[in-house]
């Protein structure tokens, strides 16, 4: 059985778009990207969610808390779940607060260190890096992401570079959805599903 870890943030624990912020509806199970993936993938691949709202690449983060930073716990969450055969990273949308002040470039690049962070673990067997669908700057959380449409500006083509360079695998989720007006963050169920679909093959792909 192929083991995949899809490591995220609330796009990938499946959070809907937010009526008002910290609230904390999550799309009912069946209707989140990872469940879709498993479904299509069939009985012989393992699909574990590792999605926490408002985890970053590398950063603190000094308003949420909580364990946020995706490169202190990823060691971690590595070895509880070995081996794996397929890590799927769908990280960056987080880093885009305006609290966190980086760039594109930035962004790419620690998505990167989280790349050579597993693979010196030594308990990955392949990698998929994912662009997450753009944010707006619209809705609840438009306060929050403020000049993060210019900031991501770039991203996905630096994520795909980075992932060439790197021997990974590659996959756009902005290219099959679109973040909801209403928090300019989360997708509705629509949007959850449609990458999921999508990234059957590619995950397919990257297992071959």
């Known amino acids: 059985m192929a083991v995949i870890l899809c490591y995220g ?4 624990h499946g959070t809907a778009p937010l009526e008002r912020p910290g609230s904390h509806d999550r799309h009912p199970k069946g209707q989140r990207w990872v469940d879709v993936l ?14 926490l709202p408002a985890r970053t690449t590398v950063h603190d983060d000094p308003v949420e ?3 946020r ?14 081996p794996v055969d397929l890590l799927i990273v769908m990280l960056g949308t987080n880093d885009l607060k305006s609290r966190f002040s980086v760039t594109a470039w930035e962004i790419a690049r620690s998505v990167e260190r989280l790349v050579l962070m597993a693979r010196a673990e030594d308990v990955v067997d392949r990698i998929l ?12 959380l438009e306060a929050v992401f403020v000049g993060a449409e ?6 996905t083509e630096l994520l795909r570079e980075m992932a060439t360079r790197q ?9 099959h959805a679109q ?3 209403l928090d300019g963050v989360h997708m509705d169920a629509a949007g959850q599903m449609a990458i999921g679909r999508a990234m059957i093959p590619a995950v397919r792909e990257a297992l071959a």
């Not at 498993?38 to 999605?51: C, M």
């Not at 990823?74 to 070895?79: G, K, Q, R």
């Not at 662009?131 to 809705?139: D, I, K, L």
């Open 9 to 12: 943030d609330s796009n990938t």
């Open 179 to 181: 973040v909801s007006p």
């Open 150 to 155: 210019v900031r991501q500006q770039g991203l």
């Open 129 to 140: 890096v994912v662009a997450p669908v753009p944010v707006r700057e619209c809705g609840t």
């Open 38 to 51: 498993a479904e299509g993938l069939g009985a012989d691949h393992e699909v574990i969610a590792e999605g």
């Open 69 to 82: 930073n995706g490169a202190l716990v990823l060691p971690a969450i590595l070895h509880s779940h070995r």
């Open 167 to 175: 021997g990974c695998g590659f996959f756009d989720a902005g290219a």
């Open 65 to 67: 808390g909580g364990c």
